[in-house]
């Protein structure tokens, strides 16, 4: 059996998931920020094309609702709209090649190709 040491974060780490002193909350729902343009406003999230020179079409999602660690963690009422396990997402390329998805979450561990013919 593995085990590992229990891990305590800064106060500010937990004063964050309470929404205290929180960026994101704080910059409300701009058009541009920081990262991007905001490319889409839903009930619960934005998302922001980024401008780094990463990779083109890389886009970041940002969760607008209740201060939590992982989805699961939302009441049922706050988790409507969000993109549960499993479910797909649309979207559509304009442009022929291939193209590399990475997760700007979980970055390159959780990445794949997308071949547009
Ligand atoms: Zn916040």
């Known amino acids: ?10 106060e500010s ?3 964050m998931r309470r ?7 704080a910059e409300g729902r701009p058009e541009e920020n920081p990262i991007g343009l905001r490319i889409f406003s839903g009930e ?5 094309l980024r401008r780094a020179n ?7 999602q940002t969760w607008r609702g209740p201060h939590v ?6 009441d049922p009422a706050d988790a409507t709209g969000t993109n549960t396990t499993g479910k797909s997402v649309s979207r559509t390329f304009r442009k022929k090649g291939t193209f590399t998805y990475i997760c700007g979450i979980h970055g390159s561990s959780m990445k794949t190709k997308v071949k547009v013919v």
């Open 69 to 74: 660690a992982e989805p699961t963690e939302l």
């Open 1 to 10: 059996m593995l085990t590992s040491l229990k891990v305590e974060w800064p």
């Open 44 to 48: 619960v999230s934005d998302a922001y």
């Open 19 to 25: 929404g205290v002193n929180c960026f994101m909350c």
């Open 54 to 60: 990463i990779q083109r079409g890389l886009t970041i």
């Open 13 to 15: 780490f937990y004063e």
